[in-house]
């Protein structure tokens, strides 16, 4: 009777852990387990292009602005109520270089990030300079798709999360992809 040592590693919660196994048999050892190929995950942020025959969306990002501002644009924010808009837009979707799907951070959910080109991103910058609290729309294809608070400055990528499934975060983005 021989014995055999066999030594496996598993990763368990990021931990390296290996184990040890005593294999006692007669003769021959038999051939060590086939290794388990584990499948390859998705990525978590990926280019989206926009497939031929897709028309593409039109973008804007405009300001919520006051109701009796001057050639202010009248809009329903996604839950209906009204809102008035700058009459000129930020950024639109000439704007627009690259955009991507991100698995949001509860890893259930996905996001449309727009990465914009620098002249948008040098516009955006300024309309939200000393503006935190300010609150922005973005429309697609003239319906607002998101309204949202500056909480920070911002830059050259726009990120609209709403909770999306794979299939509908990728349908949104290939209509808004150049």
Same mark, same amino acid.
């Given at each position: ?6 030594? /496996? ?19 021959? @050892?038999?051939?060590? *387990? ?25 973008? &804007?990002?405009? =300001? ?8 202010? +644009? ?19 979707? =000439?704007?627009?270089?690259?955009? $991507? +799907?991100?698995? &949001? ?9 727009? $990465?914009? /080109? ?11 300079? /000393? ?8 429309? +697609? ?5 998101? +309204?949202? /608070?500056?909480? @920070? ?17 990728? $349908? ?5 992809? *150049?």
């Amino acid at each position: 009777m021989t014995k055999r040592l066999f030594r /496996n590693r598993v990763l368990l919660g990021g931990a390296l852990v290996a184990l040890v196994i005593l294999a006692t048999g007669a003769g021959e @050892s038999p051939p060590p *387990p086939a290794a388990k190929v584990a499948p390859t995950p998705e990525p978590i942020d990926f280019l989206i292009q926009r497939p031929a025959g897709v028309d593409r969306a039109k973008l &804007e990002l405009r =300001q919520v602005v006051a109701d009796d501002q001057e050639g202010s +644009v009248k809009a329903a924010d996604p839950d209906g109520a009204d809102l008035s808009l700058s009459k000129e837009a930020i950024l639109t979707d =000439q704007d627009v270089t690259e955009v $991507h +799907v991100t698995l &949001e951070p509860d890893l259930l959910h996905y996001a449309v990030t727009l $990465h914009f /080109n620098e002249a948008a991103a040098d516009r955006l910058k300024k309309a939200a300079t /000393n503006a935190y609290g300010t609150k922005l729309a973005m429309l +697609v294809n003239g319906q607002v798709l998101v +309204v949202g /608070n500056v909480m @920070s400055q911002l830059s050259d990528t726009a990120m609209i999360s709403g909770r999306y499934t794979k299939s509908a975060a990728s $349908h949104l983005a290939e209509q808004l992809a *150049p």
